[in-house]
Structure formats: C-alpha cells, structure tokens
T-cell receptor
Framework: ETGVTQSPTHLIKTRGQQVTLRCSSQ?????VSWYQQALGQGPQFIFQ???????GRGNFPPRFSGLQFPNYSSELNVNALELDDSALYLC?????????????FGQGTRLTVV | KQEVTQIPAALSVPEGENLVLNCSFT??????LQWFRQDPGKGLTSLLL?????REQTSGRLNASLDKSSGRSTLYIAASQPGDSATYLC??????????FGGGTRLMVKP
C-alpha cells in the first residue's frame, strides 16, 4: 500500500508567478484535501476534491485552484503569487466510505515566494 | 464557524514525565477528532482518531479522550521520551474529513 506523495518537496518562486503542486493519493483513497500551513501555525483547509469535483472550499481566494484526475491524484495551482503564500502545502487523502475514514498526509511542499 | 484551540502552545518537560495536551472546539457537531504529530518542516503523522460515538482511543503510550458535549479532547502521553519532541496538532471534522486544526502544542522532552 503506497502512502501519500507530494512533489516537489521544495520550491522557490518570484512574486507574481504561478505554481503547480502535485499530490498522489494513497491507494484506495478517492478524496484529496489541500492545506496551507504558515510557519508556527496549524494547517488551514484550502479545498477538497472528491471524484474529480471540488467538494468544499475554505477561505482562500480564486487564484487558488485545483484539479483531481481519474486516478485520484491532484494538483494545486496558485496564480499571481504573493509573499504571504510562502508556506508548507500539505495534501491529505481519505476514503469517506472506509469504516474509519482517516486522513493521511503527505510530507508537504515547502513554497517560498521571494 | 468551527474554532479549535490548543493549550499550552509550548511545553518543556524532563524525560519520564506523564503529560496532558489539551484541545477545545467550539462546535460539538463533529464527526471525527484526530491527533497528529509533526516534526519540524515535515508532514503530519496520524496518531489517534476518535469517532464522535467514541470516548477514547489508545495506542501504546498515547491515550486520547473526547468529550463532545464540553467540546474538549485531551492527549495523554505516558513516560515521555526525548523522541516524543515534536508539535502535536488536533483537528476536528464534519463528515467528509475537511479538517479544522488547532495551532498545535510544541513539546520538548529533555533528557
């Protein structure tokens, strides 16, 4: 059983640029959620995808967008990067039909915007 | 809007102590509560999940309790070790696993 994997692990971008982060869900999981974690804070929910459709969204502007593919992997896209977008981006996968629907996290992508 | 608070924000204890981390939430209509461990700059490792119908879960030296009516959970760590040093996060969710996290407790266990 493979775990949740994210790529890349680290990334440096310039303000105003666009970035794409990738996540492969754990085998058997059809739901992927993305979180932003600023330094010293708890993660904040960005959005969730279930069967390729956005299934819920947190308080993030439209320049944060996502996709989920038929194999349940997912991308997070951020346009017009701002300095405050610098954070650890975490992906979690789960299956709501599991007897215990636990969320499993990847190792994260550290994004630095300069 | 669900809000999750963790107290204390930081804790330093000598090796061998038993300790309790606290988590409180404002909306008792939760489906799951999960405790996670996070090492510096790393992802989250799930420690324990308590479903809303349960009162506690145990794994090794860890025991987590849930009191939905009062909006509280505690994580008890027995016989702490230096390897337990990390940030501990609690998170609650409605059905669907859209987690709302607390700010975490940074634990340092000194040899």
């Amino acid at each position: 059983e493979t775990g949740v994997t994210q790529s890349p692990t680290h990334l440096i971008k310039t303000r105003g640029q666009q970035v794409t982060l990738r996540c492969s869900s754990q085998s058997g999981h059809n739901t992927v959620s993305w979180y932003q974690q600023a330094l010293g804070q708890g993660p904040q929910f960005i959005f969730q995808y279930y069967r390729e459709e956005e299934n819920g969204r947190g308080n993030f502007p439209p320049r944060f967008s996502g996709l989920q593919f038929p194999n349940y992997s997912s991308e997070l896209n951020v346009n017009a990067l701002e300095l405050d977008d610098s954070a650890l981006y975490l992906c979690a996968s789960s299956n709501p039909w599991d007897r215990v629907p636990e969320a499993f996290f990847g190792q994260g992508t550290r994004l630095t915007v300069v | 809007k669900q809000e999750v608070t963790q107290i204390p924000a930081a804790l330093s204890v000598p090796e061998g102590e038993n300790l309790v981390l606290n988590c409180s939430f404002t909306d008792s209509a939760i489906y799951n509560l999960q405790w996670f461990r996070q090492d510096p700059g790393k992802g989250l490792t799930s420690l324990l999940l308590i479903q809303s119908s349960q009162r506690e879960q145990t794994s090794g030296r860890l025991n987590a309790s849930l009191d939905k009516s009062s909006g509280r959970s505690t994580l008890y760590i027995a016989a702490s070790q230096p390897g337990d040093s990390a940030t501990y996060l609690c998170a609650v969710s409605p059905p669907g696993n859209m987690l709302t996290f607390g700010g975490g407790t940074r634990l340092m266990v000194k040899p």
